[in-house]
């Protein structure tokens, strides 16, 4: 990716709208710096909670009523103003937007124009959650000053790269491509730039190493990446396949949907919510929270124990999967809450895996060390790392690549 340069408008906003929530950080490109971050959740409820807070000041916290993106938005807009920091700012050089879905044609970060909203639009069945409130910040921001570019940077885009072996479910193609029925993948933007700095943390060139990426948050996927392109990940049509989630089920044989419909009675809307809502660690044990099952597991908690061994159990076979595919592995890495924080995780996702090159040191894997770092002893043949996930700053630096002087 570009280096910055400082030459002209160097500030990019860049702008998460979630199905309830606006997540907004305002960033200047010319020395990475964050000059604002914001929170605006629970949209649409009886009361919604704005958290502002200025690179040099007390966050600001605000409980009333927003009805939807457009007024979050706005909210946020006037935040910013407040700290002299607004839209219509002459140093801010554009916005960068989150958008979940690009489906099989945004490969790359793009500036939005009427044609890309629609295209984004189409892709709104594929993701009826996300692309609609991704939209609807992209029009908002436009609104509220239309000379300013927008630039959208999709989830999937670092996954278009997926040989067709690997995009493809064996379905009959007709009917997969009349509906669109294939492997997208997601957390696109975190998987490029936890493998890319991962090779930095090697001190190799990003086309020199095969990593597997393993982005274990609320939401958790797996990504083989061979120099630099994603060749395999674990999510697919949509988010839930793949490994175990906070409640998303992961990997199920699709013939469950059947016999719940069939046999258990249950309507296809309640299925989707089962196992979007009600599986994974919350089904599991009741618990989504990776804290919370860890405390119960070192308790006793025989639900909690379940839940974890599923959760490691999952994670492993993606492990070697990836192994499999990639032929040579340089590092594994772990980024996103879980992966970031749960020691306990770590050693249990490589335990017994020394036959493969994986080991890890059991000082480095619970020191407390923020920032990338290396976990795995000097000997072992494949670098076990932990390389903290920077969305945003990855958006933005795809944003001012792509439209900076
Ligand atoms: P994310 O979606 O990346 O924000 O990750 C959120 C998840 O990370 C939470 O639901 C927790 O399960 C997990 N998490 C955060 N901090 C810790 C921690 N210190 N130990 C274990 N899990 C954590």
Redesign the pocket.
């Known amino acids: 990716m570009s280096a910055a340069r400082t030459d002209g408008p160097s500030r990019v906003l860049v702008l998460n709208s979630g199905s309830s929530s606006v997540k907004y950080q305002l960033l200047d490109m010319a020395d990475r710096s964050r000059l604002a971050t914001g929170l605006v959740e629970r949209i649409g409820e009886r009361s919604a909670r704005h958290v502002h807070t200025p690179a040099d000041g007390e966050p600001r916290e605000r409980e009333r009523p927003v009805a939807d993106h457009a007024e979050a938005l706005e909210a946020a807009a006037d935040e910013l103003a407040a700290d002299g920091l607004g839209l219509d700012s002459p140093e801010l050089l554009a916005v960068g937007h989150r958008v979940v879905h690009g489906g099989r044609r945004f490969s790359e970060p793009t500036v939005v124009d009427d044609s890309v909203l629609a295209a984004i639009e189409r892709l709104s069945p594929l993701a009826p959650l996300h692309n609609p409130a991704n939209l609807e910040g992209i029009r908002t921001a436009r609104a509220l000053n239309p000379r300013l570019p927008q630039v959208a940077v999709f989830d999937t885009a670092f996954h278009t790269t997926l040989p067709e072996h690997a995009a493809r479910y064996a379905i009959d193609v007709a009917t997969a491509d009349a509906h669109r029925v294939r492997r997208y993948g997601f957390h696109g933007t975190s998987h490029a730039y936890v493998s890319r700095r991962t090779a930095a943390l090697l001190g190799r060139a990003p086309d020199e190493v095969n990593v597997i990426v393993l982005h274990l ?3 958790a996927s797996a990504a083989a990446v061979a120099g630099g392109r994603c060749v395999d990940t674990s999510m697919g049509m949509t988010p839930l396949e793949g490994l175990v989630m ?1 409640t998303r089920s992961g990997d199920v044989d699709p013939a469950v949907v059947f016999h719940l419909a069939r046999n258990g009675g249950m309507a296809l809307d309640d299925i989707d919510r089962l196992l979007n809502q009600r599986s994974g660690l919350a089904g599991l044990c009741g618990d ?4 919370e099952i ?1 405390a119960r597991r070192d308790a006793g908690d025989e639900r909690a124990r379940l839940a974890f061994d599923v959760y490691i159990h999952r994670l492993r076979r993606y492990i070697g999967a990836y192994y499999a595919v990639l032929g040579r592995v340089d590092a594994l890495v772990f980024t ?3 992966g970031e ?2 020691a306990p ?1 770590r050693a249990a996702a490589v335990a017994g895996l020394g036959s493969l090159g994986l080991a890890i040191d059991e000082g480095l894997n619970s020191a407390r060390t923020r920032g990338p770092r290396l976990i795995s002893p000097e000997y072992a043949r494949v670098a076990v790392a932990v390389v903290p ?1 920077d969305e945003e700053l990855e958006i933005a630096t795809q944003t001012f690549a792509l439209v900076g002087s």
Not at 288 to 291: A, G, H, S
């Open positions: 948050g609320n939401g906070g989504n929270d990776m804290r860890l996103a809450g879980v924080n749960a995780v996930t």
